[in-house]
């Protein structure tokens, strides 16, 4: 996932979802009874795929397909993260702060060793330096830690949003360079 780029599936990436049968492909009925597709359904043959009366090559199989950028819920279970972790903002705000985030199970497996001998009610004090939407505070609960004490510099408002909304006990302490100041303390 990466917050990158423009237009659609940019960021996200595009998906390809196939149908043998274009007349089972969910559809709209129109007030005049006629089917209209939510999604173009595009025809993939002998390697090309034709999108506005342009050919492409694309290496999927010969078929009709269903092209779509992915919703927010496959980009939450993409950085393993809980479905609806970032509800709190719109979709936009949430493909980017999933994409700036970091997979949660990966950093899970990195802290499992490194606090493998801590006691899962021992307080522990956490600074995190450029927080984004939390993933750490979610990472510490996930593994069983009980008294934790998570200390977040972020700017964004909706990474912010997104971190208060599920850990409203994170202390948030906005820019980052504060800590540049000689009367600077935790």
């Given at each position: 996932?990466?917050?990158?780029g423009?237009?659609?599936?940019?960021?996200?990436?595009?998906?390809?979802?196939?149908?043998?049968?274009?007349?089972?492909v969910e559809?709209?009925?129109?007030?005049d009874?006629?089917r209209k597709?939510a999604?173009?359904?595009?025809?993939?043959?002998?390697?090309?795929?034709t999108?506005?009366n342009?050919?492409y090559?694309?290496?999927l199989?010969?078929?009709?397909y269903i092209?779509?950028?992915l919703?927010?819920?496959?980009?939450?279970?993409?950085?393993?993260?809980?479905?609806?972790?970032?509800?709190?903002?719109?979709n936009s705000?949430?493909?980017?702060g999933?994409?700036?985030?970091?997979?949660?199970?990966?950093?899970?497996?990195?802290?499992?060793?490194?606090?493998?001998?801590?006691?899962?009610?021992e307080?522990?004090?956490?600074?995190?330096?450029y927080?984004?939407i939390?993933?750490?505070?979610?990472?510490?609960?996930?593994?069983?830690?009980?008294?934790?004490?998570y200390?977040a510099?972020?700017?964004?408002?909706?990474?912010?949003?997104?971190?208060?909304?599920?850990?409203p006990d994170?202390?948030?302490?906005g820019?980052?360079?504060?800590?540049?100041n000689?009367?600077?303390?935790?």
């Amino acid at each position: 996932i990466s917050t990158h780029g423009g237009g659609k599936g940019s960021n996200t990436g595009l998906y390809a979802v196939t149908t043998d049968n274009i007349e089972t492909v969910e559809c709209e009925i129109t007030t005049d009874g006629s089917r209209k597709n939510a999604n173009p359904i595009y025809e993939v043959k002998d390697g090309k795929i034709t999108i506005k009366n342009k050919k492409y090559p694309i290496k999927l199989p010969d078929g009709y397909y269903i092209i779509r950028k992915l919703t927010v819920k496959e980009c939450c279970r993409l950085q393993t993260m809980p479905d609806d972790y970032c509800r709190a903002v719109s979709n936009s705000q949430a493909y980017k702060g999933l994409g700036n985030g970091w997979t949660a199970e990966a950093i899970i497996h990195i802290l499992s060793n490194a606090l493998k001998n801590v006691p899962k009610d021992e307080k522990i004090v956490v600074l995190s330096m450029y927080d984004g939407i939390g993933t750490g505070r979610y990472c510490l609960d996930k593994m069983g830690f009980t008294n934790v004490e998570y200390h977040a510099y972020e700017i964004d408002k909706y990474a912010i949003k997104v971190a208060m909304s599920n850990y409203p006990d994170i202390i948030q302490y906005g820019d980052a360079f504060a800590l540049r100041n000689d009367n600077w303390s935790l």
